[in-house]
């Protein structure tokens, strides 16, 4: 047996998880050390958020392994396909061969001998937060039900991991602090019942608290709109350096597929 292949040794891996969060490329990290403990050449992490009508949907912020680029703007609703009906249900799903599952027309890959994938709910404070999606064993094997409790140990791991990054990204920005204990002392007793408000509910918060602030120090509509400007080319910035690092991993992982499992059926 393999030594990636021993549960006591995947197992072990996993608690490095918590130490993969931090930098720019922190939930890029995440994915990567999935797939690495998972054994899997793909390994998606897909976040929470609210879309103007304050409705929860899940898209894919960070991912290992060749995705299509159409992956990373497609956003998935509660119920929606195999990571809606996980978010929905709050229950790891494994699915041996999705040609012959219910999820067959979900499948992005047609000619792909990798059909067996995991998911698994990501949680924070009790609610779900995010989705693992684990796909196309490196053994060329299906996935079985170790491989899915193994996948949600991990996925405990990345919402705390998740936790780590954002109390450390509020605690690195003092205008956030002063944001939230406004929020706080607003309404004392539901920020004690939440630990960490949901990212856009703060994103919010430290975007109103911005603008007031800004109004404060007397700079005016051009200032704020420049401002604004500053954050989406800041923003912009930061998705072409990801979209260029996709491009240079997927002839890799391409490469390592085809030479680690040629002809090899599912």
Excluded at 44 to 50: H, I
Excluded at 92 to 111: G, K, M, Q, T, Y
Excluded at 175 to 189: I, P
Aim: charged residues 25%; hydrophobic residues 45%; proline residues 5%.
């Amino acid at each position: 047996m393999a030594a990636t292949e021993n549960p006591l040794l995947r197992l072990k891996q996993s608690a490095g998880l918590l130490e993969e969060n931090g930098g720019e490329d922190g939930l890029q990290r995440l994915a990567e050390a999935t797939a690495r403990i998972m054994d899997s050449e793909r390994c998606s992490l897909m976040l929470c958020s609210e879309n103007e009508h304050s409705q929860l949907r899940w898209r894919v912020c960070a991912s290992f392994g060749p995705l299509p680029e159409r992956a990373y703007l497609e956003e998935v609703s509660a119920g929606e396909g195999i990571a809606g009906r996980v978010a929905a249900s709050g229950d790891a799903l494994l699915v041996a061969d999705i040609d012959r599952s219910e999820f067959a027309s979900c499948a992005r890959r047609a000619n792909d001998p990798g059909k067996s994938l995991l998911s698994a709910p990501v949680r924070h404070a009790g609610a779900v937060i995010g989705v693992l999606n684990v796909s196309a064993h490196r053994a060329g094997r299906v996935f079985d039900i170790d491989d899915l409790r193994l996948l949600e140990v991990v996925s405990l791991l990345v919402g705390k991991a998740i936790q780590i990054r954002q109390l450390q990204g509020l605690l690195n920005s003092r205008f956030a602090q002063l944001a939230l204990l406004e929020l706080a002392e607003k309404d004392l007793g539901q920020a004690l019942a939440s630990p960490l408000p949901n990212p856009d509910q703060v994103a919010r918060i430290i975007a109103r608290s911005f603008y007031k602030e800004m109004n404060r120090v007397g700079l005016g509509p051009r200032q704020i709109v420049n401002a604004a400007s500053e954050i989406i080319e800041q923003l912009s910035g930061s998705l072409v350096r990801h979209s260029r690092r996709l491009e240079r991993e997927a002839p890799d992982a391409a490469d390592a597929a085809v030479a680690g499992s040629p002809l090899r059926p599912v």
